[in-house]
């Protein structure tokens, strides 16, 4: 049995559907950072048979509420003098920013700098998002990998 | 309320407000001089990413029969994005100066980055191949005068019915009023794209059918849509030279036609239409155009909130 210690203090993001913590991990941008990370995969799970489980030192004041895009079914829990103070449901989310990026090549988006890229769903149960720009859909269940824009908080963070 | 709305997709607009749009511009229609300075003092800026020829000058023509002036530019070689300046920028520094804008870029969604910094509001007079919605402002127009109405019509919707936006658009405004038959009339590779099979005809339990030929079905229809086949949408000049010259309307199939049937095109025509239909009373694209440039009217007073 792997053993990873407890986090001090930190977020711990479990329950990942089994494969998907690698996307999570890309989505985070988590390979520039300095912060401390642990990335489990295939860990045993009652609820889903076999889950992956990211651990971050350190962080605590990130809003990762975007993360339910990629896995509705992931648990965030922020961790202080080893406890859990908050634990976060992630949801589909309604409206997103500067997380899909839109591949239409006609989309003002592929020539308006600094234009924010909005996608809005419209199928909850396909998980389907619309451009709010051109209206071009994307499937979060579909092959979306290249779709989802990276998020910079971390190496921000770590050029401190 | 469309005081300092926009107008960026006809379905912006509820069908009530569209009544209230359609009203007033009946009523200028009627008494165009007590609308002829209406709009005095007031400035509309028209910025043309994209020529247009058209467009431009129907919404030139209303604001100037409103009694307001009009600036912009045409075409994006003589503006400041040919040197860089990005949308947003554009339209924030000339909504400082005007009162309303229109505006025409190839992108899709650009006039909604208009939306995010004008302080005026932004009418789309196109989008690439997404949006045109003072066109589909224009055609209701056109059948409310003319047809009395919306409901209880067989639109017959002609040409390439695969890229032309204007027909998606008719065909989504349409299918919100009751006992609307379309009959679709196009080659096999022009028919309409599968998402508006399923988005607007099933989704909106429309009955519709599927024919190749005009004179099938040009004795049930109240409307007949004819559309141009566009060259700049095929990848290959065959396909194109091909299916260009399908559909001809003439004299001879318009016999077969009802007494009060209509016909429509969003113009520019190319062969789609015979020039000696031109004389057919129930040909009445050119009306169309005339009607296109009194919404218009219409729309600039009302956002501008004037009424």
């Known amino acids: 049995m792997l053993v990873i210690n407890s986090i001090e203090k930190g977020i711990v993001i479990d329950h990942i559907t089994a494969g998907l913590g690698a996307k999570i991990l890309n989505y985070l ?8 990370v642990a990335f489990i995969m295939n860990a045993p799970s009652k609820k889903y048979g076999r889950k992956d489980m990211i651990k971050i030192n350190d962080v605590t004041d990130i809003d990762l509420s975007d993360l339910g895009l990629i896995d509705p079914k992931a648990t965030v829990n922020v961790i202080e003098n080893h406890k859990v103070v908050k634990k976060i449901r992630l949801e589909i989310p309604e409206r997103v920013v500067d997380v899909i990026k839109c591949k239409n090549p006609r989309c003002v988006t592929s020539i308006e700098r600094n234009a924010p890229h909005v996608f809005v769903l419209i199928d909850r149960e396909e998980r389907e998002y619309k451009c709010e720009y051109c209206d071009d859909i994307v499937s979060m269940k579909g092959d979306w990998q290249n779709e989802i824009m990276r998020k910079e908080w971390l190496r921000i963070k770590s050029r401190k | ?47 043309f990413f994209e020529p247009s020829t058209r467009t431009r000058i129907s919404f030139e023509a209303a604001m100037l029969k409103l009694g307001g002036k009009v600036i912009g530019f045409s075409e994006p070689t003589s503006s400041s994005i040919a040197k860089g300046e990005s949308i947003a920028d554009t339209v924030r520094t000339v909504s400082c100066y005007s009162d309303i804008i229109v505006m025409r870029h190839p992108k899709e969604g650009a006039p909604r ?42 639109v017959g919707l002609c040409g390439d ?11 989504k405004a349409l299918s919100r009023y009751e006992n609307i038959t379309f009959i679709l009339i196009s080659p096999q590779e022009l028919m309409i794209p599968e ?22 079905v ?43 049937m209509i016909v429509m095109h969003p113009l520019p025509r190319v062969n789609e239409i015979a020039v000696e239909v031109d004389n057919d009373p129930r040909a009445i694209y050119f009306k169309q155009a005339k009607y296109g440039m009194y919404v218009r009217m219409a729309l600039i007073i009302k956002l501008l909130g004037l009424d």
């Open chain 2, 161 to 171: 019915l695969m890229f032309g936006r204007t027909v998606h658009s008719l065909m």
């Open chain 1, 29 to 36: 941008d988590i390979d520039t950072s300095e912060h401390t």
């Open chain 2, 113 to 154: 980055i208009g939306t995010m910094v004008s302080e005026v509001p932004i009418i789309n007079a196109g989008d690439g191949g997404h949006q045109h919605p003072t066109q589909t402002l224009t055609d209701l127009l056109t059948i409310r005068s003319l047809k009395g109405g919306f409901s209880n019509l067989t």
């Open chain 2, 195 to 216: 998402y508006v099979r399923k988005e607007v005809l099933r989704k909106n339990g429309i009955k519709y059918e599927e024919v190749r030929r005009i004179e099938e």
């Open chain 2, 1 to 47: 309320m469309l005081k300092s709305r926009n107008l960026i997709e006809p379905m912006d607009l509820s069908v009530e407000e569209l009544d209230e749009i359609f009203d007033l511009a009946e009523e200028i229609i009627k008494k165009p001089s007590e609308y002829s300075n209406i709009c005095a003092g007031n400035l509309l800026a028209t910025l």
């Open chain 2, 218 to 260: 040009i004795d049930k229809l109240d409307i007949l849509y004819m559309t141009r086949v566009q060259k700049e949408r095929f990848f290959n000049e065959e396909d194109y030279v091909r299916l260009k010259d399908h559909y001809i309307l003439d004299n001879e199939k318009m016999a077969l036609a009802k007494e009060d």
